[in-house]
């Protein structure tokens, strides 16, 4: 069946630029997450919706980050003023019961 | 708050060798662990994962993993590593307090090379 998908699968901006990154979930999964991965930090954690609940922020480095997660399927990710500490590939992931399932992620590229 | 540690960078052994890759964690509640593989260009893939019960759990591809919550660990193993298991491996963590919900806390990785 279809996994989690991640659209685009690269990216390349400009320094002060905004860029949208989708992740469409497994269907029926009511989880979702966004982590990012880069060379200095590993894996971290950004944001985790939950049906209708409010989101888990917690984990957005700051307020150019933001996420959306429309009619409890697809999430947007948005990064306002890019900079190059984004550089990253961002992951997304949704969960039924305890384990979640990762999409292929979205590699990021600020210059 | 929840951490996980994975001391090597890197682990290297011969193909048909024992594998192991360390994990510690630290985490307030009875845990939920993780394994995730991710070879190059490709997103996480779960490998298997400890909820409740034996504390040896077995996964995809031959993997197997202990828990052992006196030394708070859950170290990676295969009796016979393969060429093709190289890749880098995550260990993570969830609290297992609330719900079955919630983000992850991964530790740095460590890259798996099996030499032919």
């Known amino acids: 069946g279809a996994g989690v998908s991640q659209s685009p699968s690269n990216k390349v901006t400009e320094k002060g630029k905004d860029v949208e990154l989708r992740c469409d979930p497994i269907s029926g999964h009511t989880a979702l997450y966004w982590y990012r991965q880069s060379l200095g930090q590993g894996l971290e954690f950004l944001i985790y919706?939950?049906?209708?609940?409010?989101?888990?922020k917690s984990g957005l480095p700051s307020d150019r980050f933001s996420a959306e997660r429309t009619g409890g399927s697809v999430s947007t990710l948005t990064i306002q003023r890019t900079q190059q500490e984004d550089s990253a590939v961002y992951l997304c992931?949704?969960?039924?019961?305890?384990?979640?399932?990762f999409g292929p992620g979205t590699r990021l590229t600020v210059l | 708050a929840q951490s996980v540690a994975q001391p090597e960078d890197q682990v290297n052994v011969a193909e048909g060798n024992p594998l192991t890759v360390k994990c510690t964690y630290s985490?307030?509640?009875?845990?939920?662990l993780f394994w995730y593989v991710q070879y190059p260009n490709r997103g996480l893939q779960f490998l298997l994962k400890?909820?409740?019960?034996?504390?040896l759990v077995k996964g995809s591809y031959g993997f197997e993993a202990e828990f052992n919550k006196s030394q708070t660990s859950f170290h990676l193993k295969k009796p016979s590593a393969l060429v093709s298991d190289s890749a880098l491996y995550f260990c993570a963590v969830r609290d297992r307090r609330g719900t079955s919900y919630g983000k992850l806390t991964f530790g740095q990785g460590t890259i798996l090379t099996v030499h032919p």
């Open positions: 985490v307030s509640g009875n845990p939920y």
């Open positions: 400890y909820i409740t019960g034996d504390n």
């Open positions: 992931a949704s969960q039924l019961a305890d384990e979640q399932f």
């Open positions: 919706f939950q049906g209708n609940s409010a989101p888990d």
